[in-house]
């Protein structure tokens, strides 16, 4: 699954990485869906939480603050 995510990330077409890698284009669907989502179920909270309130005052006075 990973050369096939990594060639992706590189731009590879499902097309090009199903004939490179020998698997079918479904199969290339199925394992870029299923790690996609498992690493914005894992890592996504950590870098995009919840939105607050404080939250959002908080950029709003970074925003304003360089602005």
């Known amino acids: 699954a990973l050369p096939i ?3 992706v990330c590189l731009g ?3 097309s090009t990485i199903g004939h490179n890698f020998r698997v079918g284009f479904s199969t290339v669907s199925l ?3 299923e790690v996609s989502e498992a690493i ?3 890592i996504g909270p950590m870098f995009m ?3 607050t309130t404080n ?3 908080e950029s709003a ?3 304003y603050d360089k602005w």
């Open 5 to 7: 995510l990594c060639w």
């Open 12 to 14: 590879g077409l499902f």
């Open 31 to 33: 394992i870029i869906t």
């Open 40 to 42: 914005i179920k894992v």
């Open 49 to 51: 939480p919840e939105p």
């Open 55 to 57: 939250i959002w005052e």
């Open 61 to 63: 006075r970074g925003f």
